[in-house]
């Protein structure tokens, strides 16, 4: 309490110093007058006495600054005098300070944006009240879960409540208005319960709502409460249709509530008593609350426990079948954005530690030329702590002015981000739309800079402070700095040109993979097609006959618009994220012995003219023809890729492989031709093996339609979705858009990666560059003398430059010595992380070392020419 | 500034502010110079007081709330600060006081046998 009250005391003593200075004078003067008068009594001389009294005072000024320290708080006192001084010294130096922060705004601002962005996918993706505390419960792997296994273990668990379960499906959404196709959730009645939300408008579902009969309910997402109705009260109560259905509208979901990523709409999941009891048929995401108490582990150990019993009572269906709970944050985080978002950290971190060393090499170099000023604050008293503490106050300062830019530098970075991102793509990202600089980034930054401040500023500090200490007031003569500097600052810029290098690959590696993966889609001509999707509900399409019936008049529809050269039905465009669907399949003569070792490949339902409608080139054998009907003997294509893996010697041609595993009695296919692969999923890095059958043979309720014109398809879209309108008017036609559009958006993310992989490079090159100007220029502007007086003795200018330019050209040798070895290594890294990759392309090997090499160099040189160009005379005369 | 210097100044000051509040009790207000004339005589001249560090301590005090201090003149009718206990100064010197008395105590115990012994 005491120490606090003379704490609070002292603090305010900074303020009304001059009053308090002159009571002290006052003060000290009546001790001297009080100690002289005593003497005088004794029988001293008034110089006597008065010399007793300030002896015995112990020196007026020195008891004042005693006193003062006492008085005041030093530490607070010398820091904020630090901060005026050093702040000076950088509004002196705008060229340095300029520089300096710049290089910090940079190192910061991307650290801050890609920490803005990890917080957004990796901390909260949503925004739920106890998002901390709900966990996702699956067969491991996020494999969804059986529905009589969920209801045991909603039975059984102790250490979860609530447990809900959902099931996300498309949905046709239909009445008032063009029917749509939404994303739907079907969700048990406690669903809203264990998320811990409440509808804005309306109510949740009730229990009893998620029983057959009872669950013609629906609760709109805010986001399509505004866009389809309105915003519109009135719609509680009203009944809209879905696949055909009618459902009473109860209620509208909370704004910022979008579970499962993405949602527009939720549904009670009422299951058939035979579902209820299935074991087989894994079709739930399982959710629950933790407990109070209760840890991810323990709730872990309690389902690892109930999985065993189950494993042991229902032996066929449930053997090994394992119970994982994690975090809900963990279930919704995409597959590889944890993986790519760690990797950005760490680059990002990286870039930081080059502009950090940047600055303590700029800082160095003032201090070379700042060395008579601390000589002179030496040699006045300052000690070497001072110094130090001087120094680092200014560097701090420095990347507090670096980080305030930074923040700037961050948001226009993250706008760009967001205002970039397909809106349509942002909704399937879980976290996209949370992105934003919120208080834990602006700590963020704040801590980086402190952090950046202390590291890029502790060696020059103590650097130049041992010099300070040793030289003092020698001036000018001789100086260059300490050989241990010297080093310090070589072994910075080495490691930055290497960093920068390894960088510059890897951008330039990613990038080029992006282009070229992105280029190669040139060969299917996407601006000329347009797609769209289709999703036939079951209700109104039960039977396969009558899906095909919809399909033949949906392609004759469409390929009687205006410019349509040709129509085709089909799965999954190339270069696709998500559309593949794969199947298990048996080959004829090596049927695998179970379904775990049986073969598995993408498969395609398409109509005849669709390998000559993308381009695919059927390499043996023939297309598809009208005559692949429903009754005539079932065919398949397969790629390349497939033909080779399972029959390497011979011709695919003729052979029979079959859908299933190998228990299944599906029929036998003749493979009739072979085509070209395609990369359909780039996620997949190469072309899966494929198996292409007629649609007629293998109709799908889900399929994208294509049209090929012979100009831009854009302007098509409202005829396309009337043709569908005219054949089923409550059918919706979505991801309506051209199929280069399409394309772009499935690989947007990995365009991101490319371009902020660029931006890291080029910032990390640039820093480099400068670096290694900087050093050269300084040590060259050390040595002038030295050239001087070499030139004056007879070296003739080649000699000088060589003499200048070799430590450049070591450094350089030594950067690309680590620097290549290590830019090897990481491509392999990168490239099994980011698809499209090719961690030994030659060029980006050879063609980005060798530019940097040459920039480095040049950045070199141009000092050393300076050096070159020293007039004898005039650097003597400086001694 | 050197940590070993602030060590001793502490200890120092500790006993140091002990006898400026006793003196201070003993005597009524007083003036800087009074009290280290006083702790000076008191001691019987073997304690040499550097006055100058006195008034460091005297503002400690102050900023800790146990004395407090105002401007008077002397008896010669010089202007001169004057100190004098505060309330919780005099509870400060009880507490010290009876602290003093039983470090000295523990003291003269361990030291008064270890003299027989030798």
């Known amino acids: ?879 | 500034m050197g940590d070993k210097a602030a060590d001793k100044r502490d200890v120092w000051q500790g006993t140091l502010a002990l006898m400026v509040l006793k003196t201070l009790e003993a005597m009524g207000p007083l003036h800087g110079y009074g009290i280290a004339r006083r702790i000076e005589q008191t001691s019987g001249d073997l304690l040499a007081v550097n006055y100058g560090t006195l008034y460091p301590a005297l503002l400690k005090l102050e900023q800790e709330g146990y004395i407090s201090s105002e401007w008077g003149f002397s008896d010669n009718n010089r202007k001169a600060k004057y100190y004098k206990l505060t309330r919780a100064g005099r509870k400060q010197l009880n507490k010290e006081e009876r602290e003093w008395e039983q470090t000295t105590a523990i003291l003269a115990r361990f030291l008064a046998p270890g003299e027989e012994r030798s």
């Open chain 1, 1 to 879: 309490m005491r120490r606090l009250r003379a704490w609070f005391s002292r603090l305010g003593e900074l303020f009304g110093k001059r009053r308090r200075e002159q009571e002290l004078s006052a003060e000290m003067d009546s001790h001297l007058q009080l100690h002289m008068d005593d003497n005088l009594r004794r029988g001293m001389s008034l110089a006597e006495a008065r010399r007793e009294a300030i002896m015995k005072l112990g020196g007026i000024e020195q008891t004042k600054e005693t006193y003062r320290e006492r008085r005041r708080l030093p530490i607070l006192e010398t820091l904020l005098q630090d901060f005026r001084y050093g702040l000076r010294m950088l509004w002196k130096n705008p060229g340095f300070t300029a520089t300096a922060v710049v290089t910090l705004a940079l190192g910061i601002g991307v650290n801050t944006t890609i920490f803005s962005i990890a917080e957004a996918f990796l901390v909260h993706p949503l925004a739920l009240p106890k998002l901390n505390r709900l966990v996702a419960v699956t067969n491991g792997q996020k494999r969804p879960v059986a529905p009589a296994d969920y209801f045991d273990w909603k039975l059984q668990s102790q250490l979860l409540e609530h447990l809900s379960a959902y099931r996300s499906l498309d949905m046709n959404l239909t009445g008032s208005g063009e029917p749509e196709r939404v994303y739907g959730a079907a969700v048990t009645a406690d669903f809203f319960q264990t998320l811990g939300v409440d509808p804005s408008e309306g109510r949740a579902f009730s229990s009893g709502e998620d029983e057959l009969g009872h669950n013609q309910v629906v609760i709109l997402s805010h986001g399509l409460w505004q866009r389809r109705f309105g915003a519109d009260r009135a719609v509680l109560g009203k009944s809209v249709a879905i696949d055909g259905r009618p459902y009473a509208v109860i209620g509208v979901m909370n704004k910022n509530v979008e579970f499962p990523v993405p949602t527009d709409l939720w549904i009670p999941l009422a299951l058939t008593p035979k579902e209820k009891t299935d074991r087989g048929a894994a079709f739930l995401h399982v959710i629950g609350q933790l407990t109070p108490g209760a840890g991810v582990s323990q709730a872990q150990a309690e389902m690892t426990l109930l999985a065993r019993h189950l494993s042991d009572a229902y032996p066929l269906t449930n053997k090994d079948r394992e119970a994982q709970v994690m975090p809900l944050v963990e279930f919704v985080e995409g597959s590889i954005t944890r993986a790519y978002t760690v990797m950005m950290l760490v680059i990002v971190g990286i870039v930081l530690l080059v502009a950090c060393a940047n600055v303590a090499n700029l800082q160095f170099a003032r201090a070379t030329s700042r060395k008579s000023e601390m000589a002179v604050r030496t040699a006045l008293g300052a000690g070497r702590s001072r110094i130090i503490r001087q120094l680092l106050t200014e560097s701090v300062l420095l990347s507090l002015l670096g980080g305030a830019a930074s923040l700037l530098f961050a948001s226009a970075c993250l706008w760009l981000c967001v205002s970039r991102m397909p809106s349509y793509v942002m909704r399937l990202w879980a976290g996209f739309d949370k992105i934003r600089l919120n208080g834990w980034a602006f700590v963020f930054t704040f801590a980086a800079a402190l952090v950046c401040g202390i590291l890029a500023g502790i060696l020059p500090a103590l650097g130049t402070s041992k010099a300070a200490a040793g030289d003092a007031l020698k001036g000018g003569r001789g100086a260059t700095a300490s050989r241990g500097v010297q080093r310090l600052r070589s072994i910075f810029v080495t490691a930055q040109v290497a960093v920068a290098l390894v960088l510059v690959v890897g951008a330039a590696l990613i990038i080029k993979g992006f282009r070229e993966m992105t280029g190669s889609a040139d060969t299917y001509a996407p601006e000329r097609v347009l797609t769209l999707g289709v999703n036939l509900p079951v209700s109104r399409y039960p039977q396969s006959a009558d899906q095909l019936v919809f399909y033949r008049k949906a392609l004759d529809g469409l390929s009687s618009l205006p410019g349509v050269e040709s129509v085709a039905a089909f799965n999954c465009y190339p270069l696709s994220n998500n559309g593949t669907s794969w199947t298990y399949f048996q080959v004829e003569g090596s049927v695998a012995p179970d379904l775990r070792h049986s073969p598995w490949a993408d498969t395609q339902s398409i109509t005849p003219p669709y390998l000559q409608f993308m381009r695919v080139e059927v390499q043996a054998g023939r297309g598809f023809t009208a005559d692949d009907r429903e009754t005539t003997q079932p065919v398949a294509i397969v790629n390349q890729k497939l033909a080779k893996l399972y029959w390497p010697k011979e011709s695919a041609l003729g052979k029979h492989l079959r859908i299933g595993g190998p228990d299944d009695s599906s029929p036998w296919l003749t493979v009739v031709g072979v085509a070209a692969d395609v990369l359909y999923d780039w996620t997949s890095h190469v072309p899966a093996p494929t198996i292409y059958r007629p649609l007629t043979q293998a109709p799908l309720a889900a399929s994208l339609l294509g049209i090929r014109t012979s100009s831009g398809p854009a302007s098509l879209e409202p005829a396309v979705r009337g043709r569908i309108a005219a054949i089923d008017p409550d059918l919706p036609a979505f991801d309506v858009k051209p199929l280069d559009v399409a394309i772009h958006e499935s690989t947007v993310g990995l365009g991101y990666m490319g371009a902020m992989m660029g931006i890291l490079g080029l910032i990390a090159l640039a820093v480099a560059v400068v670096g290694i100007y900087g050093v050269m220029a300084y040590s060259v502007g050390e040595r002038r003398k030295e050239f001087g007086l070499r030139m004056a003795i007879g070296a003739r200018p080649r000699d000088i430059l060589w003499l200048a330019g070799r430590h450049g050209l070591l450094i350089s040798a030594t950067a690309f010595a680590i620097g290549l070895p290590s830019a090897i290594a990481s491509a392999r890294l990168v490239a099994s992380l980011v698809y499209g990759t090719n961690p030994g392309d030659p060029l980006v090997f050879v063609g980005v070392p060798l530019a940097l090499f040459l920039a480095v160099i040049l950045a070199g040189y141009i000092p050393a020419r300076r050096a070159m160009r020293v007039d004898p005379m005039v650097a003597l005369r400086y001694e």
